[in-house]
């Protein structure tokens, strides 16, 4: 690209992985993190690409022009990697190419005569790539992607009447999601996916408990983590994320970029109930504000990539980001026992979505109200 230093184009040709792909049709929509191009004649794949992980997608296009649902794969590569894909007329997918060391090396001394036909890696998206990935680790990566390892935003056509039975029961005031955990359940579940091949190709979310509150709890207990959601967050922490932060917001990232970029409904949905889950917690904001300074941080790259309508609810016509941070921002401001510098780091963020989108937090979610038990 024209904004790249030439010691960082030298030092990404001398050092950058590289992608091959061979045989793609002319015409496919290709493309590698926030970068995608219809392919030409001689298209070879991507060059100076810097190590990390990286999500490639591509669909089909016929020749009346109508493209194919897209798919698509994370990938982790390394310094002066070269990862070969082959496309399968087919099956309409790229296939694994394995090479060993020393195919390895004949395709690096041959990288000069394909040079011409590999596109560079637009070195001046990848700041805000990072900013969006940097939490999905391999460990994360290998617990939620698929056992394909294919991402396919059509797999959600075999799950519709789990979907349509969620969605008739999900339209509540702050516009938050339904219960993931019915999707969880439903995705894998024989009865929704009876074709090995279409579980197979399923994300791997995590679950999110039903029931907010221990077994046994009293009527006084129930109230109390309905309005409060740390213990849902703290059997989340032990049950899925090895009590640690970062693999709790490495899934935030990950069902992000699968539904922005791979175009995966249920993705869209675990991200907003994991949002939803942090921002009705109380005591958990006190007891481990790491956590909470690292999500304000990565939903502030989020906000940033997305138009503000995208968050409008359909039915309500209410913007389900302002409701739920609402809460969250109250929390903060209320509390006289958080940490006082994720109060302002919170409160900072506030005025930045006001300023930037003009989103009014001011204004009280209607069922911001304690759930009452009977006894």
Known sequence: PDTMEPDVARRLFAEGAVLIVERMPVGTDFGIDYNSWRTGDHFGGVKMIPAGLHYVYYSAVDRNGQIAPRTGFFCLLEKRQILVKRWNKETEDLDDVMIDEEETERRRKGLKDLDRNLGAYPYDSLKRWVGLTQYISQIVLERLEPVSKRICSVTQVDIEPAMTTRADHSSSADGSSPSVAMACSSSSSSAAAPDSTVQDSQLRLSCIPDRKFPVNSTPEEVTRHSMDHSYVLTCMMRDHYSNENKNLLGEMQFSFICFL???????????????????????????????????????????????????????????????TLQVFFSTLEESTTVDSQLKRLGLQFRKHLTKKFKWDFTEQPEDCQPVVVDL
């Open 261 to 323: 970029i791979g175009h995966v409904y249920t993705a869209f949905e675990q991200w907003k109930s994991l949002i939803h889950l942090l921002c009705s917690c109380d005591d958990a904001v006190t007891t481990n504000p790491d956590l909470f300074r690292k999500f304000i941080n990565t939903l502030h790259f989020q906000v940033n990539e997305i138009p503000e309508d995208f968050f409008v609810d359909i039915v309500s016509q209410t913007n389900f980001l302002t409701t």
